[in-house]
């Protein structure tokens, strides 16, 4: 998992509040991106950033708003969590030319 | 529907055994890659192949890539303990801009 820090490590919430995951890599790729890892669904994109400045909708971003304001950190947000919110997110970068990602050690989240 | 299918979804074999699981799909693919994630962790790559037929060894680790493209194998020779994890197979299909991964091969190697 070097080259993407992700904090925090473990949250827990309630139904209704906002929290922010944060997700940054020493590696200098453009391309990040945010995957929730639920039992028996595999891995699920929920969003993507190709560049600074940029980004688009993966499989199931219902929920969930990013910002990648600069090249280095890709931020996830949940303004209003729902227990179906409860996973494990991942936060990736991916070398370009190679479709190679490196993850990070993910978020474990839990919504009451 | 998944692009990449896995199969055994679960293997648990004794420690010394050898153990092959499967990633197939009807798409052809430039690449696949085959990462391992430790409970707790991020999966973390373990090799890329490239081209139809091609064989990599990582220590008691074979990957194949098939020669159509479209389908790899994973062969662990004499497993440890140490092999135990969630494999998961990953590739970006022409045209597409994401990259798909299956749901993986769990595997359990009992000492």
């Known amino acids: 998992n070097a080259g993407v820090t992700q904090t925090p490590k473990f949250q827990v919430l309630k139904t209704g509040q906002s929290m922010t995951l944060q997700c940054a890599q020493d590696?200098?790729?453009?391309?990040m991106y945010w995957y929730r890892q639920d039992p028996g669904m595999g891995l699920r994109l929920i969003y993507y950033?190709?560049?600074?400045?940029?980004?688009d909708k993966g499989e199931v971003p219902n929920g969930y708003n990013v910002s990648r304001l600069n090249k280095r950190e890709f931020s996830l947000r949940l303004e209003s969590a729902a227990p179906s919110q409860t996973s494990v997110y991942f936060c990736?970068?991916?070398?370009?030319?190679?479709?190679?990602?490196?993850f990070g050690p993910g978020t474990r989240l839990t919504v009451l | 529907t998944q692009l990449l299918e896995q199969s055994p979804q679960f293997l648990s074999i004794q420690e010394g055994e050898n153990l092959t699981v499967y990633c197939n799909s009807s798409?052809?693919?430039?690449?696949l890659q085959w990462y391992r994630q430790e409970p707790g962790e991020g999966p973390v790559l373990l090799v890329t192949?490239?081209?139809?037929?091609e064989v990599k060894k990582l220590k008691r680790l074979t990957f194949q890539f098939g020669d159509a493209r479209k389908d790899s194998s994973l062969h662990i020779t004499a497993a440890q303990p140490g092999d135990t994890g969630l494999y998961l197979c990953?590739?970006?299909?022409?045209?597409?801009?994401?990259?798909?991964f299956g749901k993986g091969n769990q595997v359990v190697v009992i000492p």
């Open positions: 798409s052809v693919f430039s690449s």
């Open positions: 990736a970068m991916e070398r370009e030319g190679f479709d190679e990602q490196f």
């Open positions: 590696m200098n790729h453009n391309s």
């Open positions: 192949v490239v081209t139809g037929g």
């Open positions: 990953a590739g970006r299909a022409p045209g597409n801009n994401r990259l798909a």
């Open positions: 950033s190709a560049s600074e400045g940029t980004t």
